[in-house]
């Protein structure tokens, strides 16, 4: 693992841990202000444990044998001076393995069986089922003892052909697949169906899973993976040999799998190695490898900037060996570099962007409001000034005039609440497009037309009607928060222009990435059922499969949408009401000051004195605020 890597991953953790600790430094700091900002405290602290927890995922994918595993070997692991991950020709790795850190469990490697495919849970609900899960612990002190754990990636086991039809493991129809089937009537199929290492790694201490995958095969039978693990990965790193160059399943990976779906990926061009051929000049090899990577971004429609060209296994030897000129030949530097320049840079600039989007928001509007405070204490203190040693009367004036704001005020609150009401049952409204039961009933109906017309026209035609619909309540959704924001402004608007209240800038429900997400499901969905390999009877199987798939996909996508509004209500709806309450008060507290000071003027310097201690406190709190949110921005 490189220098830069290891310093960018750790820079990364810990700046998220401060701007976490930023956040909690705010969230009390609300808290101080008379506790009135219970909510959005509450929010704040949602907030920064998200960013304690949050994770980079990097995907590894490609066809079987291409270097997945090496590669991760050679960035990741190289310290342990071997070979970490079993990686060799042929099927190598046969399940989905995904690299991660809990310092909350011993380091262990988690099998889950294969034949948990029959089951109707997803993989993610799997994951919080510990006793599915097979375990083995590994031992970080003894390298080989983690190898040799490590070895069960590998395992495969007989199963009869009939089952492994019927769990999509195997198809007696592809005639390369053919060959498989044995005399007993078994074939062998991958003994496990997902694997996790928990493993106290630098890297993945700091934040880092790492997902490896097996071959075109094993990615298509779990629709899961490409529905929601891989879209979902930060980053994908899409492999092809210099041997094999781009062959057909290789393209079909890329389609299927990558171009189509991941965030941000790049190809890498490896086993570069081969193409070393010592009766040649370095200039000569350069440039054979160069037409390739030219022709590998020619094929797959990149720009050749998004081709990296490297020997994974060179490079894993030469930092074994230690051999500096072998590893910077090997071109693995370029991937680190991209990861720990690109990769980890750009996730930071996301999370700041969410953060800013959140916080920063919160926190303008908890700084106009003190500078309103300020202001409206500072006035009063001159008014009191100017009517210390002044005449009863005057003072009477001055209650009238204020009594007169404070009816006035009153009034427009009145006409507020009627606003508030009907808010408040629009927000009902838009959470029940987005409520689980909602989403439960779009997938009932579904699963209606599919059963029944037990066709493949009958189950694509359901699976498309319910992304269909499921689409249409995010948008219905939107739309309800737009049209409430208006109402909300209106209404506002004359606190602002009547009684001085600071501006409201509240920003509008965005739930773009998650229809965006429902959009690509649905593209995948169309895909799928084009997919003439889909399209046979004999398919059922994989067609619910797929419906599984998407139904978690579209659950997890309502999740966060549902989680985004509700947190929109609140931000479009605590805070004003917060600032309409508070105002009230301030002007009752004013009032009954000026009453107390007619009934005895000695009370004046009383209330004088008290303010100015008020304005001191909220000048002492104005820098807190500044330093926090200096904070936040650094
Ligand atoms: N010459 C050469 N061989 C490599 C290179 N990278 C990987 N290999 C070899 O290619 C074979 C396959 O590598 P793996 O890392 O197992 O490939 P994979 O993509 O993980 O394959 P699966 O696990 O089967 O999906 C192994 O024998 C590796 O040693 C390389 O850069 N150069
Ligand atoms: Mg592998």
């Known amino acids: ?42 929010r704040l602290t949602d907030a920064a444990a998200s960013l304690r927890q949050d994770k980079l995922v990097v995907a590894f994918v490609a066809e079987f044998s291409r270097g997945k595993t ?26 989905p393995t995904e690299l991660f850190f809990n310092p909350g469990e011993a380091p262990a490697l988690s099998l889950l069986p294969i034949e948990t495919r029959r089951r109707e849970e997803s993989l993610t609900t799997l994951k919080h089922m510990p006793v599915e899960w097979c375990r083995v612990s590994l031992d970080p002190t003894d390298p080989r003892q983690m190898q040799q754990c490590l070895q069960k990636l590998t395992e495969t086991r007989p199963m009869p052909a009939v089952e492994a039809i019927e769990l999509g493991l195997w198809s007696g129809e592809d005639a390369s697949e053919r060959h498989q089937l044995q005399a007993d009537g078994t074939v062998e199929v991958p003994a496990w169906r997902y694997a996790m290492v928990n493993y106290p790694h630098p890297l993945l201490q700091a934040g880092l899973i790492i997902l490896d995958t097996p071959g075109l095969n094993a990615l298509g039978a779990e629709p899961e993976l490409t ?18 160059g781009v062959t057909r399943s290789d393209l079909e990976i890329w389609q299927k799998h990558v171009h189509r779906h991941a965030n941000y990926h790049v190809a890498v061009l490896n086993k570069i190695d081969m193409l070393w051929d010592e009766l040649k000049s370095d200039a000569e090899v350069q440039a054979a490898i160069e037409r390739q990577a ?24 030469a930092t074994i060996k230690q051999d500096a000129a072998l590893r910077i030949r090997s071109g693995i530097e370029s991937l680190e570099y991209l990861l720990a320049h690109q990769v980890i840079p750009s996730r930071r600039d996301m999370l700041h962007h969410a953060v800013s989007r959140e916080v920063m928001g919160s926190l303008e509007e908890s700084r106009s409001d003190l500078d309103a405070r300020l202001k409206r204490s500072s006035e009063e203190l001159v008014q009191l000034t100017q009517l210390s040693g002044k005449n009863r009367e005057l003072i009477e004036q001055t209650r009238a005039t204020l009594q007169q704001e404070k009816d006035s005020y009153d009034a427009t609150a009145v006409h507020f609440r009627i606003t508030r009401k009907m808010l408040q049952g629009q927000g009902e409204q838009l959470m029940a497009n987005l409520s689980d039961a909602t989403l439960d009933e779009i997938c009932t109906s579904g699963r209606a037309v599919m059963e029944g017309s037990w066709t493949t026209h009958g189950l694509t035609h359901g699976i498309r009607q319910m992304s269909e619909q499921m689409n249409d309540r995010l948008l219905q959704a939107t739309k309800m928060a737009d049209s409430m924001l208006e109402s909300l402004e209106r209404a506002y608007v004359r606190f602002h222009r009547d009684h001085h209240l600071p501006k409201m800038q509240v920003p509008r429900l965005d739930l773009g990435a998650y229809r965006h997400r429902l959009k690509i499901l649905m593209q995948e969905t169309d895909a799928f059922c084009r997919d003439p390999a ?20 579209a659950r997890k996508a309502f999740s966060l949408a549902r989680t985004e509004a509700e947190r929109w209500l609140r931000i479009a709806l605590d805070p004003v009401m917060t600032r309409i309450r508070e105002h009230k008060q301030y002007l009752d507290t004013r009032l009954s000051s000026l009453q107390r000071i007619l009934e005895n003027m000695g009370t004046l310097h009383n209330r004088m004195a008290q303010i100015k201690q008020e304005v001191s406190d909220m000048r002492h709190d104005k820098v807190a605020l500044s330093r926090i949110a200096a904070q936040l921005v650094a």
């Not at 090496?70 to 046969?94: C, K, Y």
């Not at 693990?229 to 094999?244: E, G, N, Q, R």
């Not at 030219?294 to 030897?317: G, N």
Request: hydrophobic letters at 45%; one cysteine or more; proline letters at 2%.
């Open 227 to 244: 529905l929601s693990v891989i879209p979902s990965a930060h980053a994908v790193m899409y492999l092809l040999a210099t041997d094999t």
């Open 1 to 42: 693992m490189s220098i830069h890597l290891e310093q960018e991953v750790s820079d990364f953790s810990e700046r998220r841990l401060r701007l976490a600790g930023a956040i909690t430094d705010y969230s009390n700091w609300l808290d101080k202000q008379h506790g009135i900002d219970a909510e959005r405290s509450l």
């Open 294 to 317: 030219e022709e590998t971004a020619r094929v797959l429609k990149l720009p050749r900037s998004r081709v990296f060209t490297v020997s994974a296994q060179k490079a894993l030897v």
């Open 70 to 95: 090496e590669l991760i070997n050679a960035l990741f692991f190289a310290d342990h001076g071997q070979r970490l991950l079993p990686s060799d020709a042929g099927r190598t790795t046969m399940c």
């Open 534 to 553: 889909n399209l046979l009877l004999e398919k059922n199987f994989m067609i619910r499969r797929f419906y599984g798939g998407l139904v978690e996909a």
